[in-house]
């Protein structure tokens, strides 16, 4: 039997490597899975832990008031230690770009355990954007062995990178398996589309109702999500995307404009001070994972800077515009399920209109294959390291 590691320690993570533990749990004769959370993200971790069910058999719970990235590097660095050499793993998975994963991958390569990179491969190659994380994942992709590429692009970039094909394997990302995991949850429990009616009321939207099969219907109101965090945005960014939020709510009286707002200040000064008062503007405080992505499937069209909605949004059939200059997921583009809108005032008017007039520009859009998979990555990587690590004896 091997026994497997899993690392994680912000929402993001969670929800993409959760999936995966639960795959790992249906093969206990091969595997011994267990969880490490760093509690990067204390609460926005926990929340999505309930949702799957999921208790970490380590916590190392490093979260402090005022931590940088000194901190959290270093932190998961010396907590890591004892805990990898307690349990002595034969691999440790690590997920994504974040200080979590870097670190424990570090705290791995220094206890010579292989390490397994689950969403390995995405580039922009532009170290400031976005930051941290490109440089992250460049880093925890020289130092692992093996590399879960959701897409062929992905997987290209590590073999242009001289990463061996033989530790490559494309999978689709697992943040669609926890996507169709969800809603399918969502769908057939009426107790519990009720509960996430209730709690987006709770924090300030109550006008939630069933779409119809289109939003151009005429009975049907259209809703815009928004999300934005990402520390490039900050400062002018923020100002001139609530500048165009503001014009779109002017613009559109009609449609609703939601957006749960993040708790960092350097979000939610510019936001208020702009958008704060306007009749069809709901500034909401951030939702738990389940009522989320509840929320996301009945949204209209997302406006967002986040990298994972990227991924979950085409799955349930909403274009998504990107406030970002680049992005390390040029699959979706290429795909026509997203679109890239930074976060220029006029361009971000011009590309919502659009979408919000126009039925045949929204409809290629919403109706654009996915490319980041079909619910099955996690089966995927199971497979791959059941043939993988029998064959290792060293």
Wanted: with cysteine; aromatic share 8%.
């Amino acid at each position: 039997m091997k026994k497997i590691l899993a690392v994680f320690g912000t929402r993001p993570e969670a929800i993409k490597m959760c999936p995966l533990v639960q795959e790992f749990q249906q093969h206990p004769d091969v595997f011994e899975i267990k969880v490490c959370v760093t509690a990067q993200h204390r609460e926005m971790l926990d929340q999505v832990l309930n949702v799957f069910e999921i208790i970490p058999d380590y916590d190392l719970n490093i979260m402090k008031h005022g931590q940088d990235l000194f901190d959290v590097t270093s932190r998961v660095l010396l907590e890591l230690r004892p805990v990898l050499k307690e349990y002595k793993p034969d691999l440790v998975l690590v997920h994504g770009d974040t200080t979590t994963a870097l670190s424990a991958t570090l705290a791995a390569f220094y206890e010579q355990v292989p390490v397994g990179h689950v969403e390995a491969g995405l580039r922009t190659y532009n170290l400031t954007a976005p930051w941290p994380e490109e440089a992250n994942r460049q880093m925890v992709d020289r130092l692992c062995r093996y590399h879960f590429a959701p897409t062929q692009r992905n997987a290209d970039c590590l073999v242009g990178e001289q990463i061996s094909n033989e530790h490559i394997v494309v999978t689709g990302n697992t943040v669609i398996d926890a996507l169709y995991w969800v809603t399918n949850k969502i769908e057939n429990d009426l107790n519990l589309k009720n509960t996430l009616h209730k709690q987006i009321a709770d924090v300030g939207y109550d006008k939630l109702f069933t779409f119809h099969s289109s939003p151009f219907n005429r009975s049907v109101p259209k809703l815009i999500l928004i999300t934005g965090h990402r520390r490039e945005n900050f400062g002018q960014g923020f100002l001139d995307i609530c500048e165009a939020i503001k014009e779109l709510a002017q613009k559109y009286p009609d449609v609703d404009i939601v957006y749960p707002l993040h708790l960092n200040p350097n979000v939610r000064k510019p936001v208020n001070q702009i958008l704060k008062g306007i009749k069809n503007v709901y500034l909401i405080e951030p939702l738990d994972y389940l009522p989320f992505v509840y929320l996301m499937s009945q949204a209209t069209i997302i406006l967002t800077d986040s990298g994972g909605i990227q991924e979950e949004a085409p799955g349930l059939g909403k274009p998504v515009l990107v406030m970002r200059d680049t992005t390390e997921r040029p699959e979706g583009i290429d795909a026509g399920t997203v679109k890239l809108v930074g976060t220029d005032k006029a361009k971000i008017v011009a590309e919502m209109s659009l979408l919000l007039e126009d039925k045949q520009a929204y409809e290629k859009m919403s109706k654009a294959y996915n490319p980041y998979g079909d619910g099955k990555a996690s089966f995927r990587i199971v497979e791959y390291l059941k043939r993988k690590l029998a064959s290792v004896t060293e």
